[in-house]
């Protein structure tokens, strides 16, 4: 492995403020990729992506092309996207459905399971290639939580279930339960946009409760005029809240101002037939109070580190490409068991906001190029994420909660960023990938002169 | 004016709608559109089919066309401060017309984009249903076909 310089993160890292080469520097996102991306679990995608048997969608963990598949046996794998002759990928196509996956450079041959099936001449081996040892190599671990699938390139470390922690998997659940099937669908098409900035910019911003009011207010103003309320969650004596879930998740709350709300709320939204037959699905399946709960709480605003987040109808993944440079996907999902028009509904909305012609995100990629320009002025180079510090305070369920407005969900973020990075675990995951399947054993058996 | 064949005023009708995009005459270009039943469409995939059920770049109708315009023009729209700085060129028009006296054109645009010191080309296909109107015409539905529809695209909020 490369060595690079070690950096000393606890110096760039303080409670109330950041250093910016965090954002320029690199090396350090050279780290980011070995650490925050292959040692613990990174988002992948979602089932309902690949709904049937052969359905398959590119991905990345990290810098790891992946083929995110669903095989014959229904199964769901990670692969990662490269022959084990020469490396070239096997797989081209950004998403679709396939019984195999043929390496065009010399014809081999993969099943969608991943299995090695067919290697053209085999006899030029000698006798000795084992196809067994050769299959795409799976993601070292994978597991699923309500549908979405994440991967962790190393093969030992703390279960998804403890990476998640009880809070941020009730973030999940408000975001899957609005359907009254439990389950949500990931069909309805892709947006994507890049910008030129860090990709932390983006999981800041999406949790950051105090800009919307600034950034976004050509966005309110044409809300206030078209539906004659401006919505003031964001305003600086809102009830809403902002929160750290642990292990940095964090999540910009509603739910309490919701309740204040709502009636303000239903007395401007038309209830159609629609939403009445809705409603009375959901309480079909949860009952009334745990209804309540989840429409009041409308979907949710979280980050799940390192790189998932759920707005509304949609699941967004930032994907660092350089150090300023990064692409985002936002997959809108509709909800099972729902009607056509409130799924329309759902899109719309999402619409209005998202996407490179949305009439908000935009503003906000603007705001990342323009912090990526600001912060080369680094002679003062500190960057502070101390809003809201002295009212923060502990809620009953453990986590951390301040205003909607206030920083505690970028400490959140930072704080946990600080201790991966600072964490020395020994083994390198390629070590590791080694000692578990023994590619180099393989491949001296299957040479048909070993003892190189 | 003359009295143009109606290939002609149609030609014209396309080249002045793409100067007013160029030059982000906002409102001059919102007026080319019909009052109401209108659809500005820009799908994520030249294979989308429906909308109701998938995602577009834009789907506008009239109400949400008047509130991009209306943001765009409001000074705050932050991801035209600056503007985008652009010309485009609209060739190989095709137009077809209909029984019921609208016509239908297919026309391809090549448009340079220049903005914060970087420019960016975006080239694309555009339907536009024309409803006559005077010596003029009004849009009713314009769809946008970008070949980078599905790639990553960091800004489209200027008129496309």
């Known amino acids: ?452 | 004016m003359p009295l143009l064949p109606d290939f002609r005023r149609i030609e014209n009708f396309l080249y002045r709608e793409a100067r007013l995009m160029d030059e982000n005459a906002y409102e001059e270009w919102l007026s080319l559109w019909a009052s109401e039943n209108i659809c500005y469409w820009v799908p994520t995939s030249e294979n989308e089919t429906d909308p109701g059920q998938q995602i577009s770049i834009i789907y506008d109708d009239r109400k949400r066309l008047e509130g991009r315009i209306k943001r765009l023009a409001s000074g705050y729209a932050f991801a035209q401060d600056p503007k985008s700085r652009m010309r485009r060129v609209i060739s190989s028009i095709e137009i077809n017309e209909a029984a019921d006296g609208t016509f239908t054109t297919w026309s391809n645009f090549a448009l340079g984009e220049f903005r914060r010191g970087k420019q960016d080309i975006f080239i694309g296909r555009t339907m536009h249903q024309l409803r006559p109107e005077g010596d003029s015409f009004k849009i009713l539905l314009k769809k946008v076909l970008l070949i980078n529809s599905d790639g990553y695209i960091d800004n489209l909020t200027f008129l496309l």
């Open chain 1, 1 to 452: 492995m490369m060595t690079r310089r070690k950096i000393d993160y606890r110096s760039l890292i303080k409670r109330d403020r950041i250093h910016a080469s965090l954002y320029t520097d690199p090396d350090i996102l050279a780290d980011e990729f070995d650490k925050l991306f292959s040692r613990g679990w990174v988002y992948v995608g979602h089932v309902g992506e690949i709904p049937n048997p052969g359905d398959f969608r590119l991905k990345k963990i990290g810098r790891q092309p992946v083929i995110m598949v669903r095989d014959e046996n229904d199964d769901v794998r990670l692969l990662l996207n490269r022959c084990r002759h020469r490396g070239s990928t096997v797989c081209q196509l950004e998403a679709g459905n396939a019984k195999t996956f043929r390496c065009a450079y010399h014809g081999w041959t993969y099943r969608n399971s991943g299995e090695l099936a067919g290697v053209p001449y085999q006899e030029g081996y000698g006798g000795s290639l084992r196809k067994e040892d050769l299959g795409l190599v799976p993601v070292p671990r994978m597991e699923l939580y309500r549908g979405f699938i994440f991967g962790s390139l190393s093969p030992a470390g703390i279960t998804l279930d403890d990476h998640l922690g009880a809070p941020a998997k009730q973030q999940i659940d408000l975001f899957v339960d609005l359907s009254p099937e439990g389950e949500i669908k990931v069909q309805a098409g892709i947006h994507k946009f890049d910008y030129p900035a860090n990709w932390k910019f983006q999981l800041e911003n999406a949790m950051d409760g105090y800009h919307p009011n600034f950034t976004h207010q050509s966005f309110l103003d044409m809300i206030q005029e078209q539906i004659g309320v401006r919505p003031d969650v964001f305003n600086g004596n809102s009830s809403g809240e902002s929160r750290d879930l642990g292990n940095g998740h964090v999540m910009l709350d509603y739910r309490r101002y919701n309740r204040e709300y709502a009636e303000r709320i239903r007395s401007v939204l038309p209830t159609t037939p629609a939403d009445e037959d809705y409603r009375g699905r959901m309480i079909a399946r949860y009952g009334v109070e745990r209804t309540a709960e989840i429409l009041n709480a409308g979907g949710t605003h979280a980050l799940i580190f390192p790189n998932l987040i759920l707005i509304g109808v949609q699941i967004r993944v930032p994907q660092p490409r350089a150090v300023d440079h990064t692409e985002v996907t936002l997959y809108p999902t509709t909800l099972k068991g729902v009607s056509a028009e409130l799924n329309s509904a759902r899109l719309r909305g999402h619409e209005a906001f998202f996407g490179p012609a949305g009439m908000g995100q935009p503003d906000d990629v603007e705001m990342f190029a323009r912090m990526q320009q600001g912060i080369q002025a680094d002679i003062e180079p500190w960057i502070l994420i101390s809003r809201g510090i002295h009212r923060e305070h502990r809620d009953d369920d453990g986590t951390l909660v301040a205003h909607a407005t206030d920083e505690v969900t970028l400490r959140g973020i930072w704080s946990h960023y600080l201790k991966v990075m600072s964490s020395n675990t020994a083994a390198s995951r390629i070590s590791h990938a080694q000692s578990r399947r023994n590619p180099e054993a393989a491949i001296r058996r299957s040479a048909a002169e070993p003892g190189r």
